[in-house]
């Protein structure tokens, strides 16, 4: 089973950038796409993006194209989220996990991977307007 483990969260100003890292260890994630979620306060978790394993195609939900970019490196076993432009609404706990996007009408969606269930504790994000 992979380990996650999240960091780069931080309390910035509306309109900020925050680069996330999750750096993962017990197997190599190469092979897996990974997404990126996160849970607001009273919320349920979303899906916020995807990458491909092979192609390195990205996804993202409406809330965050084109503020958002997720990258990988595999050779370090590690892929981030960086986040310009922020809004208040931004604000959450970030997590990292094997994902799958999938497409409703002309709109991305990401879910973890079937069977993922070890979340790891996040990252906290604040966006202060």
């Known amino acids: 089973q992979v380990q996650l483990a999240e960091s780069g969260g931080g309390v910035v100003q509306a309109g900020g950038s925050l680069r996330l890292s999750c750096a993962a260890s017990?197997?190599?994630?190469?092979?897996?796409?990974m997404g990126w979620f996160r849970q607001a306060p009273g919320k349920d978790r979303e899906g916020v993006s995807a990458?491909?394993?092979?192609?390195?195609?990205?996804y993202y939900a409406d809330s965050v194209k084109g503020r958002f970019t997720i990258s990988r490196d595999n050779a370090k076993n590690t892929f981030y989220l960086q986040m310009n432009s922020l809004k208040a609404e931004d604000t959450g706990v970030y997590y990292c996990?094997?994902?799958?996007?999938?497409?409703?009408?002309?709109?991305?969606?990401?879910?973890?991977?079937?069977?993922?269930?070890?979340w790891g504790p996040g990252t906290q994000v604040t966006v202060s307007s």
């Open positions: 996990a094997p994902a799958r996007p999938y497409r409703i009408r002309s709109s991305w969606h990401v879910s973890a991977a079937d069977g993922f269930g070890s």
């Open positions: 017990g197997r190599t994630i190469s092979t897996s796409g």
């Open positions: 990458i491909g394993a092979r192609t390195g195609s990205t």
